[in-house]
């Protein structure tokens, strides 16, 4: 499978977002999601950002207050993972206009359409910005 899950948070270590590929409890999620956050948020900007946290390898990338977490299989590749948090956050930014925390909060069910639209059972099916949102735009003229 590759991707095992993506996080959202912001830099108090609030959870914006969570989407898992994979099933968790409810108190396992929470507690995972407690483990990396703490750890991710820890590190300096001059170390990496790959990070391995129990059988996950985590990507993460800071974007202005939000990070961008995704755990993945240890034999993924992380720039190819680096590049799909770009693509997401460009993804949004067309469709927001500079996406911030704020967008995630006010505007879930398409922070979580646009990520169906590119990840289907934790691997990557869909690269293009116009075909991800598509669909969206097509729900925003309907209402």
Known sequence: ??????????????????????????????????????????????????????????????????????????????????EFIHLLVETMDRHFGNVCELDIMFHLEKAHFMLEEMVMNGCIIETNKSNILAPIQLMDKAT
């Open 1 to 82: 499978m590759g991707i095992r899950f993506i996080l959202m948070v912001n830099k108090q270590g609030q959870t914006r977002l969570a989407q898992y590929y994979e099933y968790l409890t409810l108190e396992e999620r929470r507690a995972l999601e407690g483990e990396i956050v703490r750890k991710c948020l820890a590190r300096t900007e001059q170390q990496c950002s790959f990070v391995e946290h129990r059988n996950y390898k985590i990507v993460y990338r800071r974007y202005a207050s939000l990070f961008f977490l995704v755990g993945v299989d240890n034999d993924e590749n992380e720039l190819a993972i680096l």
